[in-house]
């Protein structure tokens, strides 16, 4: 199976209502979301997707600033992998 790609949108991208935005563009690429929720950053969760810039004098400042507000999290597969899913999806609900 081809690697999922998580899409963060952050506090900003959330207050200025790019969700939509974002959501059409990935869809363009042809690639679906198979999990979405909007939920708070704890600290750890922060400092662990950030851990590639915890020698940067900034890495305090955007640990900070994803906490201060929730996010919206995506996670998308491309299309082509979940062909075969749904031909199975699909099988299954007709035989119900």
């Known amino acids: ?17 790019l969700t939509g935005n974002v959501l059409t ?14 939920k708070a ?7 662990e997707h950030y851990c590639h ?5 900034f890495f305090e400042e955007i640990v900070k600033y994803i906490m201060g507000e929730e996010v919206d999290w995506g996670c998308f597969l491309p299309i ?3 062909l ?3 031909g199975t999806l699909h099988a299954r609900r007709e035989s119900n």
């Open 1 to 17: 199976m081809d690697e999922a790609t998580l899409v963060i949108i952050k506090p900003d991208g959330l207050q200025k209502s």
């Open 25 to 38: 563009r990935l869809a363009e690429t042809k690639l679906v979301i198979i999990a979405a929720k909007i």
């Open 41 to 47: 950053v704890s600290r750890k969760l922060a400092e």
């Open 53 to 57: 810039m915890k020698d940067k004098p």
């Open 80 to 82: 082509a992998c979940l």
């Open 84 to 86: 075969p899913r749904r």
